[in-house]
């Protein structure tokens, strides 16, 4: 089975534009999550769905940024405008139930400048 | 609120020495504990787990012991290898179930030849 896909891998963007992550989870996992990943701060939750539902977004940083589960094998994470301290590594997880293992994506590295 | 903390690291080991990484959490009630690891230029997969106190999860020569009492989670390798070099995480569920995962700061090991 294919795992947790991300696009892009990489991505370089300057100041100001636009920047949108794509997540694809595993087929029959109900839970999706967003992940940023820093030196300094470690691995924080953006935002978490359960059934394609947005359950706490408290942890996205600022109204720069948003994100999307359309349906239940696509999500988006959108970062409007993007700034220098922006740059992390964003993984996507997903999860089949309740407080079962969470599968994650290789990540989209982030570098804006 | 529930967390973890990991001790720092890096931790820099030779070849076939012991290894400690300490781990203690906050929880209200007694949550399911994990490790996950992060190999380089990848994303987090689960290494171990407990359900329950007293609960020793295992996996590839790695063991970690859920204690109540001290509320830690220390993860152990009675002999490493240059192949475990990596990033490892604790993390516990929120949200008195198993909603959201949390994650410690990770510590990074570097096994030496």
């Known amino acids: 089975d294919a795992g947790v896909i991300q696009s892009p891998r990489h991505e370089v963007t300057e100041m100001g534009q636009e920047v949108t992550l794509r997540c694809k989870p595993i087929?029959?996992?109900?839970?999706l999550f967003w992940y940023r990943q820093t030196m300094m701060r470690g691995l924080e939750l953006l935002i978490y769905?359960?059934?394609?539902?947005?359950?706490?977004d408290s942890g996205m940083p600022e109204d720069r940024f948003s994100a999307k589960m359309p349906n239940a094998s696509f999500s988006t994470l959108k970062i409007q405008p993007s700034e220098p301290r922006d740059s992390a590594v964003y993984f996507c997880a997903s999860r089949k139930q309740l407080g079962g293992e969470l599968f994650f994506g290789e990540g989209s590295r982030l570098t804006v400048l | 609120g529930d967390s973890v903390t990991q001790m720092e690291g890096p931790v820099t080991l030779s070849e076939e020495a012991f290894l400690t990484i300490n781990c203690t959490y906050t929880a209200t009630g007694y949550p399911s504990l994990f490790w996950y690891v992060q190999y380089p230029g990848e994303g987090l997969q689960l290494l171990l787990k407990a359900t329950k106190a007293d609960d020793k999860g295992s996996n590839k020569g790695f063991e970690a012991t859920y204690r109540k009492e001290t509320t830690s989670f220390h993860l152990e390798k009675g002999s490493v290898q240059v192949s475990d070099s990596a990033v490892y995480f604790c993390a516990l569920p929120t949200q008195g179930g198993s909603e959201k995962l949390v994650f410690g700061k990770g510590t990074k090991l570097t096994v030496n030849p």
């Open positions: 087929s029959g996992h109900n839970s």
């Open positions: 769905f359960n059934n394609n539902v947005p359950i706490d």
